[in-house]
């Protein structure tokens, strides 16, 4: 049974940083492509980084690049978002997604949250001085 379980999310000031955890189990972390996503109050889920699901390159949105990192630790079966230089518009749901390896994903995950079967339940994560 594929599991995604989140934690780490907080209530931070504006400039700070939190660490994101998605522990995974029910499934082997190599052969799946891995995302971050987020949904403000009364907007739609935004993706956020990804992991492809064959040659491993990771990708961030624009809105995130140089700020979030998404890393992954196959010990311990878990992917993490590492976020700096927070900023209000940062709050959000933050949800942990799965999918199986296609051929489309190999190479380049989707930024599509239509694309992932599995999901977590998301951790609140709260920008504000």
């Known amino acids: 049974q594929v599991q995604l379980v989140e934690s780490g999310g907080d209530l931070v000031q504006p400039g700070g940083s939190l660490r994101l955890s998605c522990r995974t189990s029910g499934f082997a972390m190599n052969v799946y492509a891995m995302a971050w996503f987020r949904q403000a109050p009364g907007r739609e889920r935004e993706w956020v980084s990804c992991f492809s699901s064959g040659d491993g390159s990771r990708y961030h949105a624009d809105s995130v690049k140089g700020r979030f990192i998404i890393s992954k630790d196959y010990a311990r079966n878990t992917v993490f978002l590492q976020m700096n230089s927070l900023r209000p518009e940062d709050t959000a749901v933050y949800y942990c997604?799965?999918?199986?390896?296609?051929?489309?994903?190999?190479?380049?995950?989707?930024?599509?949250?239509?694309?992932?079967?599995?999901w977590g339940q998301g951790t609140q994560v709260t920008i504000s001085s």
């Open positions: 997604a799965a999918a199986p390896r296609t051929t489309e994903s190999f190479y380049r995950c989707s930024e599509s949250a239509s694309s992932y079967n599995f």
